[in-house]
């Protein structure tokens, strides 16, 4: 809102529920008085014409009888008024005013009264033109350099400049590449009209131009572009990206002149060749705009917009802002009553106000405060309080805030018992003869009426039936959204949760959202089997409880009536292998066995998952899980090298698609250039290189697709492979929930593979960067230099040495943690970005050299211990 508002001097309500728009307001000298006073010119949608002169006796009186000069009822809706020289053998001021199809050009006298009433003013009709087209907006001018009087041009609704010259029909120009209508004006000192396209260009036709062009009653046909005749060519174009409001010409002398472009998010100021003079970003939507020369070459601008304000701008800086009783469509600014730069606008429903700029004296005089004694100990036990707060604030380092007990919006997630009677998958890749699918129940509910944004969202190749809705919800009244999640593609998916997301914006504006994960059920993605005896890879959990019979871990995939199911399990993966699970029966151990090493982690998760609930549903507390090794880390490397190595073939692929296509355009260049040729050419086999350029380019293609769905799925076994492998580490090491946080950052710092940005690259960095800081075991590790940039390795043999320097470290117990405390104790290190770790830096040292501040050998600890005698009894 303004400060200031625009001072009312004179207003009044233009008819009664009629409408009004940008070419209805006109200000000038209609009726050719000799004091050289400016009347106002209304026209409206209803065919109304009204011509006002304000006489106020004081600012901000009501409209007196006399102040309407005249008021005429015309029999169609006025679209636009303008006041010129348009009558030839006289350079007296005439009225034309332009209706849908037709355009009449008036002359308004006065008379001096000899009553009470005053004086009569009368409007006489001097011509009229009948539009054969529908007309949309004119402007006017001294077209072709003629003086003494003005020609005016009608731009139609289908894109034809008419051109009239006075009282006869000059000739009609169809705009090339026409669609809408749009703004126009007339630049003087080029010659030339100024339109804005629906293409959101600001075009410039050149009079002559138009005139020598062929004539064009209808328009422009494939076959009368190549008929005779020149064809109307654009002087000038220039793309402002967005809609034009208005526009408008103002020419400081014959040697400057600048085009105004009112858009719709940015105000533009042209030169008359079309160089940008300067472009001002507006903070509200404009309504309308008017240009004006001041004094020398001072340009000011008025620009009325939405929110009922009048900006005035001299070029880009805003020079006063003053608030209007309404918004204006019309604004221009004219000499009433021999008062210069007054102010007129218009609002669509007929407001007419004639304002100033200017303030009013405030009368209003504070009153004397009495003087009184100020307490100094008050103030200081305040301020004390008050910076106790402040450090005690400080102390939280979390700086989000706490959510609320009561939410204004609830959101839950249920995941229906047993799969789908009938299937819901559809376009699955899956070679199964039945796809299941499981139903998913989201239940939300509010205290207020909001618009709620819900996003599904499940690891691929998982999908949803439906993952994104928009609805409103009504206060206390709960929605229930029902979807279906099924395998759409061909291989296991490396993880089972998903996460569902409301987002929505309170009554007061702001931006909330509210997140709830849920896990699939196992039976999704893999079936009962027959266990198998023989696998290549098997782990072993050991637990500190006795085991626990299969059928009652896995009710859903065991059959009751079977005894061997007590201690074997078989699960079939959809899109995967046969993985087994043994219980022993002596020992507290669990055996999961399978061809693939990534195959064997969700039934790990799930097992482990279940095992915890068991316990904790019986009240056990101290149940662990963990895992005697060792960790299949060259099973995970074959895993690394496989997906590196596809990586490196969609690189080649590229390579050569790039060069089969550089080919192709240049043997297409070839045999254009002998179509073209008016000596006939042989070609050379050109056609049958072009063939098989385009084979190759169909086959590189379908090469560099299917290369593509395998790294993706290499990927997605990749995921797989190292959140068992991370699995096992922390059942290994003992690892608490921040160290394990901290290993599945580094290890898996991507969602999606991308060939910019890799999986191999990323995780190099982290673990370099790791083994330098938390993991290290000497200061020479902190002098290591860094890598500015991330890009795919040669290979992957620095990634697997790194790894396998970080499990060599964790084994002899070393320990993570980001806590910045302990880091503060280390050398600090540069800042852009992880470092690298020189080959010779990671071999063994021997423990005289160990750095115990972040890397603690317990063994070795002791032994010092007992040597100084601290120990020792």
Not at 185 to 200: A, N, P, V
Not at 759 to 786: I, M, P, Q
Not at 819 to 837: E, F, H, K, L, R
């Amino acid at each position: 809102m303004s400060l200031f508002k625009a001072r009312e001097w004179w207003s009044t309500a233009v008819g009664n529920n009629e409408e009004f728009d940008q070419g209805c307001l006109c200000v000038a000298n209609v009726d050719n008085s000799s004091n050289d006073q400016d009347k106002i010119i209304v026209g409206s949608y209803m065919g109304f014409l009204r011509i006002y002169n304000p006489h106020p006796i004081k600012p901000g009186d009501s409209m007196q009888p006399e102040d309407l000069l005249l008021e005429v009822q015309l029999r169609d809706p006025i679209l636009q008024v303008e006041v010129g020289k348009f009558v030839s053998g006289t350079e007296l001021l005439h009225l034309a005013v332009l209706h849908c199809k037709k355009l009449c050009v008036y002359a308004v006298s006065g008379s001096l009264g000899n009553i009470e009433h005053g004086n009569q003013f009368q409007l006489k009709r001097m011509y009229e033109h009948t539009l054969q087209r529908t007309a949309y907006n004119m402007t006017y001018g001294p077209f072709g350099g003629i003086k003494g009087r003005d020609l005016i041009c009608i731009q139609s609704v289908d894109g034809m400049l008419m051109l009239f010259e006075q009282e006869s029909y000059s000739f009609g120009r169809f705009l090339p590449g026409f669609l809408l209508p749009g703004p126009l004006t007339y630049s003087s000192r080029t010659d030339s009209f100024i339109t804005i396209s629906s293409c959101r260009q600001v075009e410039s036709y050149k009079y002559e131009v138009l005139a020598f062009a062929k004539d064009a009653e209808t328009q422009e046909t494939e076959q009368q572009k190549l008929g005779s005749g020149k064809r109307l060519v654009v002087d000038w174009v220039l793309n402002i990206g967005e809609q034009a409001l208005d526009i408008c010409v103002i020419s400081v002398n014959q040697l400057i002149s600048s085009v105004f472009v009112l858009g719709e998010r940015n105000f533009f100021c042209l030169k008359d060749n079309g160089q940008i003079r300067f472009i001002k970003k507006l903070d509200c939507s404009p309504s309308c705009f008017l240009p004006y020369a001041v004094s020398g070459t001072v340009v000011n601008t008025l620009i009325g917009n939405h929110n009922s304000i009048l900006h005035i701008y001299q070029d880009v800086c805003l020079k006063w802002a003053a608030q209007l009783p309404h918004i204006p469509v019309a604004v221009r600014v004219g000499k009433l009553l021999n008062l210069r730069g007054m102010i007129v606008t218009l609002s669509d429903s007929g407001h007419l106000q004639c304002s100033y700029l200017g303030t009013d004296p405030s009368l209003f005089q504070a009153p004397k405060v009495e003087a009184r004694d100020i307490n100094y100990e008050e103030y200081d036990a305040e301020m004390n309080k008050l910076q106790k707060i402040i450090r005690e604030a400080r102390k939280i380092k979390d700086i989000v805030p706490k959510s609320e007990k009561n939410e204004d919006l609830s959101l839950g997630v249920t995941i229906l018992s047993g799969l789908d009677s009938v299937s819901q998958a559809t376009d699955s890749e899956v070679t199964a003869e039945v796809v299941p699918s499981t139903s998913i129940k989201i239940r939300v509910e509010s205290r207020q009426l909001i618009l709620i944004k819900l996003s599904v969202h499940v690891q691929s190749p998982l999908a949803l039936t439906q993952d994104k809705f928009i609805f409103e919800l009504e206060p206390y009244a709960p929605k229930t959204l029902l979807l279906s999640a099924f395998l759409k593609g061909n291989c296991p998916p490396a993880d089972l949760e998903g996460s569902a997301l409301a987002s929505y914006s309170t009554p007061t504006g702001v931006p909330k959202v509210v997140q709830c994960k849920f896990r699939l059920p196992l039976q999704l993605v893999c079936f009962p089997a027959q266990p198998s005896k023989t696998a290549s890879q098997k782990l072993t959990i050991d637990t500190n409880k006795l085991p626990i019979s299969l059928v009652t871990l896995f009710p859903d995939f065991a059959d009751q009536t079977e005894e061997d199911q007590l201690n074997a399990l078989g699960f079939q993966l959809l899109a995967g292998s046969r993985v087994t699970l043994l219980a022993s029966k002596t020992s507290q151990r669990y055996r999961i066995q399978s061809d693939y090493l990534e195959d064997l982690w969700l039934i790990t998760k799930e097992l482990t998952l279940r095992l915890e609930e068991h316990f904790r549903k019986q009240n056990c507390k101290d149940f662990a899980c963990s895992f005697s090794g060792p960790i299949p880390l060259q099973e995970y490397f074959e895993i690394i090298d496989h997906h590196f190595e596809l990586r490196l073939n969609a690189a080649k692929y590229e390579q050569l698609l790039s060069e089969r296509a550089i080919q192709f355009r240049a043997i297409e260049r070839r045999l254009l250039a002998r179509f073209k040729d008016k000596t006939p050419a042989p070609l050379q086999h050109l056609d049958t290189l072009l063939e098989g350029t385009y084979r190759q380019v169909i086959a590189l293609a379908d090469a560099a697709e299917e290369n593509q769905t395998n790294m993706f799925q290499a990927f997605t076994k990749l995921k797989s492979a190292t959140q068992l492998v991370i699995l096992l580490i922390s059942l290994w090491q003992k690892l608490s929930a921040d160290q394990v946080a901290i290993l599945e950052a580094a290890f898996l710092p991507l969602t999606q593979d991308a060939q910019e940005l890799g999986w191999e690259e990323s995780v190099d960095a982290a673990v370099s960067h790791l083994l330098k800081t938390c993991l290290s075991k000497s200061s020479k590790d902190h002098a290591l230099t860094l890598s500015n940039q991330l890009c795919i390795p040669k290979d992957t043999n620095r990634l697997k040495k790194h790894i396998t320097v970080l499990y060599d470290r964790l084994a002899k117990g070393g320990h993570m943690s980001l806590n910045t405390d302990v880091d503060s104790q280390q050398t600090m290190i540069p800042q852009g970005g992880c470092a690298t770790i020189l080959e010779s830096d990671l071999e063994e040292r021997s423990a005289s050299q160990d750095s115990p501040a972040m890397f603690t050998n317990h063994r070795q600890l002791m032994k010092q211990k007992t040597k100084s005698g601290f120990v020792k009894q």
